[in-house]
T-cell receptor, first 114, second 113 residues
Framework: AQTVTQSQPEMSVQEAETVTLSCTYD???????LFWYKQPPSRQMILVIR????KQQNATENRFSVNFQKAAKSFSLKISDSQLGDTAMYFC???????????WGAGTKLIIKP | DSGVTQTPKHLITATGQRVTLRCSPR?????VYWYQQSLDQGLQFLIQ???????AKGNILERFSAQQFPDLHSELNLSSLELGDSALYFC????????????FGDGTRLSIL
């Protein structure tokens, strides 16, 4: 069975600090995609970043970057220069090629303090 | 704005009732996905449609059904509602098929009294 584990239920950092959210997954597939989604208090679900499993280079999107360790099945999200607007639930998810479901982690609640 | 439109935003009803949630995907997107998010939990995949046909099914109850119409909008029908069905229901759409990222609507919050 495909699973996603986010081991940090909640994290809190000061504004402008760097924070890393952990995510591990389990799959026997070789072709898959990984995603981080953000859900602010407004409850919208917003795509933050994506990573193709076949790519060795880690994805980056402005202040957001990932550390993808395929052998360890690890996909952490690093947020640099954190801002108050980064306060949200962050969900890690992955999708395999044999079906089209996004398998979700339980989420990490990130609080950015002023 | 993701371009995915869900209506209504809020729905309050009683146990045993039936409701229909509607989703209009982003222009040009052929795939529609439905998810359920219970309070303070992650998302559970319910079902996916691609260009009018059911493509994948997740943990969808038999009391729930969905369809995608020729204009690509989709409806999720929930019947014989129970208190435990109270949740946020998301619709997402993607550009075609794998491996496009999914873009989410703002959700419909369903409250069962």
């Amino acid at each position: 069975a495909q699973t996603v584990t986010q081991s940090q239920p909640e994290m809190s950092v000061q504004e402008a600090e760097t924070v890393t959210l952990s995510c591990t997954y389990d799959t026997s597939e070789s072709n898959y995609y990984l995603f981080w989604y953000k859900q602010p208090p407004s409850r919208q679900m917003i795509l933050v970043i994506r990573q193709e499993a076949y790519k060795q280079q880690n994805a980056t999107e402005n202040r957001f970057s990932v550390n993808f360790q395929k052998a360890a099945k690890s996909f952490s999200l690093k947020i640099s220069d954190s801002q108050l607007g980064d306060t949200a639930m962050y969900f890690c998810a992955f999708m395999i090629g044999s079906n089209y479901q996004l398998i979700w982690g339980a989420g990490t609640k990130l609080i950015i303090k002023p | 704005d993701s371009g995915v439109t869900q209506t209504p935003k809020h729905l309050i009803t009683a146990t045993g009732q039936r409701v229909t949630l509607r989703c209009s995907p982003r222009s040009g997107d052929l795939s529609v996905y439905w998810y359920q998010q219970s309070l303070d939990q992650g998302l559970q995949f319910l079902i996916q449609y691609y260009n009018g046909e059911e493509r994948a099914k997740g943990n969808i109850l038999e009391r729930f059904s969905a369809q995608q119409f020729p204009d690509l909008h989709s409806e999720l029908n929930l019947s014989s509602l129970e208190l435990g069905d109270s949740a946020l229901y998301f619709c997402a759409s993607s550009g075609g098929d794998w491996p496009q990222p999914q873009h989410f609507g703002d959700g419909t919050r369903l409250s069962i009294l």
